[in-house]
C-alpha cells in the first residue's frame, strides 16, 4: 500500500502527507507501519486499541490531516491510487466531492455486487443525492467540507448526502477495482439492516434537520391513531363482544399514546438543541467554501 501510494504521488511534485489507521489489527501491521513511519516523515500511523470500524477509522484519520484536499480509501489495494490525479483535476474543477464509481467491480455477484446495487438505489432515491457507489471508499473531499460533517456507525457511505445540507458541489468518476488479494472482506448480507437503520437517520437529518419538531409530529400522530383507535376498540367492544381482547387493546392504547407524548416532547427538545446552535448540522449548513 505504501509503495503503491509513494509511486503514484511523487510524479505529480505535490507536497502530501500519508496518514495510516490501524483499526485493532493482531498482527504486524502497526510494526511495519511505524518503521515505514520512521523512515518517511509524510508518513504518520494512528494504531486504535481495538477495532472500532471502518467510519471511526475514516473520521481518525480526517480529523488528523493538515491537506486542503482529503483522499480516502481501503488499504487492501482493491482501489488502485493511480487514480488519485483523477480525483485531483475534477477537485480542481471546483467541486467539494468526487466520488468514486466502481463501474467494473471485482466482487462476488450474488452477495456484493447485487445489494450494493440495490442499496445504491435506495440510499439514492430515499436521500434525493444520485451516486451510484456509496460504498466505494476511494473518494476525494475539501478538508474544509468534511471535518465538518458529524461521521459515526456506518456513515461514511452517507458522506454526499450529508454534504447535501451545505450545498456542496458532487462529482462521480470511473476508478478502477482489482479482485482482492489481501484480507477477507468485512461486509455481507448480514449488514443489510444497519444500512437500512443508518438511512433512515441520514433521512431524519436530511429532509428534517431544521424542523425536527415536524417529523417527530409526524411520528407522534401515527402513534396516536393507532392509540385512539385500541382505545375505541376497548369502548366500543364490551358491550358487543364480553369476552373480546379487553385487556390487551387497553394496554394497546396505553403504550402508543405514552409513545406519542415521548416522539412529542423529543422533538420540542430537538427543536431547543437545533434553535440554541448545539447541533453540528446547522453549522454544516452554514458552511461557505472557497474555491
Known sequence: MYEALVNALDPLELQYELIFVDDGSRDDTYKIANNL??????????????????????????????????ITMDGDLQ???????????????????????RYNRQDKLVSRKIPSKIANWIIGKVTGVPVKDNGCSLKAYRRTLIQEIPLYSDMHR??????????????????????????????????????????????????FASR???????????????????????????????????????????????????MLLSGVLCELIYKTGDNKIEDLSKLTFKL
Open 37 to 70: 513511519a520512521i523512515a518517511d516523515s509524510r508518513l504518520r500511523v494512528i494504531k486504535f486499541r481495538r477495532n472500532y470500524g471502518q467510519t471511526p477509522a475514516m473520521a481518525a484519520g480526517i480529523d488528523n490531516a493538515r491537506g486542503k484536499v482529503l
Open 79 to 101: 482501489n488502485d491510487p493511480k487514480d488519485i490525479p483523477n480525483f485531483l483535476k475534477k477537485i480542481n474543477e471546483g467541486y467539494d466531492i468526487v466520488v468514486g464509481w
Open 158 to 207: 452517507f458522506i454526499p448526502a450529508m454534504a447535501s445540507l451545505s450545498g456542496a458541489r458532487i462529482a462521480e468518476i470511473k476508478v478502477q477495482h482489482h479482485s482482492r488479494v489481501f484480507g477477507e472482506s468485512k461486509y455481507g448480507l448480514w449488514r443489510i439492516y444497519k444500512v437500512l437503520i443508518d438511512l433512515l437517520s441520514i433521512k431524519t437529518i436530511v429532509s
Open 212 to 262: 425536527p419538531l415536524i417529523w417527530f409530529s409526524i411520528l407522534a400522530s401515527v402513534a396516536s391513531t393507532i392509540s385512539l383507535a385500541a382505545f375505541g376498540y376497548w369502548v366500543v367492544v364490551p358491550s358487543l363482544d364480553p369476552n373480546g381482547s379487553i385487556l390487551m387493546m387497553m394496554g394497546v392504547s396505553m403504550l402508543f399514546g405514552c409513545l406519542a407524548i415521548f
